[in-house]
């Protein structure tokens, strides 16, 4: 069920205000030079597998450290929840939390090597972009304690975040009805991110969401 969870945070991270409007910039970067579809495609991946590779890591890290903490796992569990509240109310624009920002590019790839190290870089600088959801993948990593439960939940993320962006690179013209009516529902789908959000964090913290989550597995 957590990998669930950080599967749909990952998908929710892709539709974000400041992701989906700058979706055809990312496509012209993939498409940049390419004549066929599944150029494109390829491009795609290895952009995908750029940012995935970091978000690993990142889980590496969060499960690990959770791992040395695990004699205090109430307290990262707390803190953990903590966190996640606030990006929650950070989502109903209840606190304003100025590092969540969007990005920009106007670059354009040559090849899958381009586009990997681009994957990369953009794994940085997508971070105030998706910070909530991303941020409370990687708590939900620390409460795992372990390093390879760390690993995946943030692969399952990143399959969240880098499918829809494998389906727009080929799908583009076709997606626009879906993506439009996204978009003029921002309001209700930030509401439903918060709630969301803050429902997973108070769990969090009061040591609930693995007995939830047993519940639905």
Do not use: W
Not at 3 to 26: D, Q
Not at 62 to 76: E, M, P, S, W
Not at 109 to 115: K, Y
């Amino acid at each position: 069920m957590e990998f669930l969870i950080t599967f749909l945070e990952g998908v929710i991270s892709f539709i974000s205000p400041c992701m989906l409007p700058l979706l055809p910039l990312y496509i012209s970067y993939f498409a940049g030079g390419a004549d066929k579809k599944h150029k494109v495609f390829a491009r795609a991946f290895s952009f995908v597998a750029g940012f995935t590779i970091v978000f690993s890591l990142l889980g590496l890290f969060a499960g690990t450290l959770g791992g040395f903490l695990k004699d205090y796992q109430t307290i990262v569990n707390v803190v953990c929840g903590i966190f996640v509240i606030l990006f929650g109310l950070s989502y109903l624009e209840v606190i304003h939390l100025p590092f969540f920002r969007g990005m920009k590019s106007d670059q354009t790839a040559n090849s899958m090597l381009s586009a990997f190290l681009f994957g990369i870089i953009y794994s940085v600088s997508l971070t105030p972009c998706i910070g909530a959801f991303l941020g409370s993948a990687l708590m939900m990593a620390s409460t795992s304690a372990t390093a390879y439960k760390g690993v995946l939940l943030l692969i399952t993320y990143s399959l969240g975040l880098g499918i829809p962006f494998l389906i727009s690179a080929v799908l583009i013209e076709k997606l626009h009805t879906a993506f439009t009516f996204i978009k003029k529902h921002y309001k209700v789908i930030n509401f439903v991110c918060g709630i969301f959000l803050i429902a997973i964090g108070v769990l969090m913290a009061f040591g609930l969401l693995s007995a939830v989550m047993s519940v639905f597995s």
